[in-house]
């Protein structure tokens, strides 16, 4: 047996040692107590996980109708706003046909079920234009749209959240106009949806996160990041 080691000068020692059980060749062996040396041993884990299935080459749970629906914007079709139903079942996921919500480029898509109308809200933001929030309705396997609502300013970093004690769905976002972390609430009635004031919950330069609906004390919790403050992570509450 040839040891290798960091002294070229030992580079060519070699030992005798008994093997305890058979070595193969090229594999790492360690001294025993008893003097013998064996094999490293290793140990094997198993996994077992569903199969991937491709819905498109380029969310949320709708909870009534028992299925996932995907947003995104399709880099294989102009970056169009697109949206498709999932169905699992057991380990396995199986998708619709995609539907086209936006013909131009629909940036930073975001997502969230309004379990009191049942619908989907999708917001996302246009280069060069407004920000926008459109609903969709999930039937069987399939997804359709209203008319697209627009949020009243460029939007970026846009975050969806239900507030299920509210009934609202309240869409948070960087306005582009001045960088301000701003949110307005939305209303879904229908096919469509409308929105309050917009109301600015940070007047500095604002990077946001992720939303989340906070059920125990029926808040909305908002975490962003501080550009004007070095992009220290920052949290606050929304009632």
Do not use: W
């Amino acid at each position: 047996m040839r040891i290798i080691g960091n002294n070229p000068a030992a580079d060519n020692a070699e030992i005798t040692a008994v093997a305890s059980g058979t070595l193969p060749s090229g594999q790492p062996v360690i001294v025993n107590a008893n003097g013998t040396v064996s094999v490293v041993g290793t140990n094997t884990v198993t996994e077992t996980v569903g199969s991937s299935v491709v819905f498109e080459s380029g969310s949320a749970v709708d909870a009534n109708a028992q299925k996932v629906v995907v947003a995104y914007r399709d880099a294989g079709n102009s970056y169009r706003g697109t949206a498709v139903v999932g169905t699992i079942s057991g380990t396995s996921l199986s998708f619709g046909t995609p539907v086209v919500f936006e013909t131009s480029n629909a940036r930073r898509p975001s997502i969230a079920y309004d379990a009191n109308s049942q619908k989907v809200v999708i917001s996302y933001n246009i280069s060069g234009s407004t920000g926008y929030a459109i609903v969709g309705t999930v039937s069987g396997t399939s997804i359709s749209f209203g008319t697209r609502v627009s949020l009243g300013t460029q939007i970026g970093y846009n975050k969806n959240v239900y507030d299920s004690s509210a009934q609202k769905v309240i869409i948070s976002f960087q306005d582009q106009s001045n960088y301000y972390g701003s949110a307005r609430v939305g209303t879904v009635s229908g096919t469509s949806i409308s929105f309050g004031t917009q109301v600015v919950f940070a007047s500095h330069n604002t990077y946001l996160a992720g939303t989340a609906f906070d059920s125990t004390n029926n808040k909305v919790v908002i975490a962003y990041a501080n550009v004007t403050d070095g992009q220290k992570g920052t949290s606050i509450v929304g009632t």
